[in-house]
């Protein structure tokens, strides 16, 4: 079946410009995570959603970053006058209810803000 | 400090080697125990999760001391394909955040 996919892959911003993460976790999936990977680190939570409610944002770095998921399937991590130290993979994770610790983590995508 | 720490290596080792990798915790939120596994330029998959009574999955041996705050993993009979990041990743109570590690990279070596 299809797995948890990411849109765009690359995504090149000019510092100061708003951008727009898609993710579409994989169907019937309740739980949906969004981490922050920068070189040659571990991913970092930024925040957690459980169906269309958001149980967990406190590891979204500034009130730049928001996300929501208004139908609880689709996701879209949002942030707003990017700054460089924003350059980083963002990676999406769904999992089934009940099996938060079994992530299906997406491709990611590969901000650069210039 | 890191809440989870991990040996960032790079562990190079040759085929058929024995190899383990230590992870520490330090949040005594800690209550589940994961290792996922990252290769180059991939997404992180979970190899396996980590009981108090260990557990093994083929060549893997996964093993938690509570007492020492401490996670390893143990890989008999290296391939090739096991090389990649492992990461060590932590689930606290009472929230639904997973911390990982910077992770450990292990080459396998012909």
Redesign the interface.
């Known amino acids: 079946g299809a797995g948890v996919s990411q849109s765009p892959r690359y995504k090149v911003a000019k510092r100061g410009q708003d951008v727009a993460l898609r993710c579409d976790p994989i169907s019937g999936h309740v739980s949906l995570f969004w981490y922050q990977q920068a070189l040659g680190q571990g991913p970092e939570f930024l925040t957690y959603f459980q169906n269309e409610a958001q149980l967990d944002k406190s590891g979204l770095p500034s009130d730049r970053f928001f996300a929501e998921r208004p139908e609880g399937s689709v996701s879209t991590l949002k942030i707003q006058r990017t700054q460089q130290e924003d350059s980083a993979v963002y990676l999406c994770a769904s999992s089934l209810a009940g099996r938060d610790h079994e992530q299906y983590f997406g491709p990611g995508t590969r901000l650069t803000v210039t | 400090r890191k809440e ?1 720490e991990q040996d ?1 290596g790079p562990f190079n080792v040759p085929e058929g080697a024995t190899v383990a990798f230590n992870c520490t915790y330090s949040n005594s939120a800690s209550q ?1 125990f ?1 290792w996922y596994r990252q290769d180059c330029r ?5 190899l396996m ?1 980590v009981y108090s009574s260990g557990n093994e999955d083929g060549r893997f041996t996964a093993q938690l001391n509570r007492a020492s705050q401490y996670i390893s993993l143990l890989i008999r009979d290296s391939k090739l394909s096991d090389s990649a990041t492992y ?1 060590c ?1 932590v ?1 606290l109570r009472r ?9 450990t990279r292990l080459k396998v070596l012909a």
């Open positions: 989870v960032p589940s994961f991939k997404e992180p998959k979970l999760s990461l990743v689930g929230t639904y955040k997973y911390i990982f590690g910077t992770g």
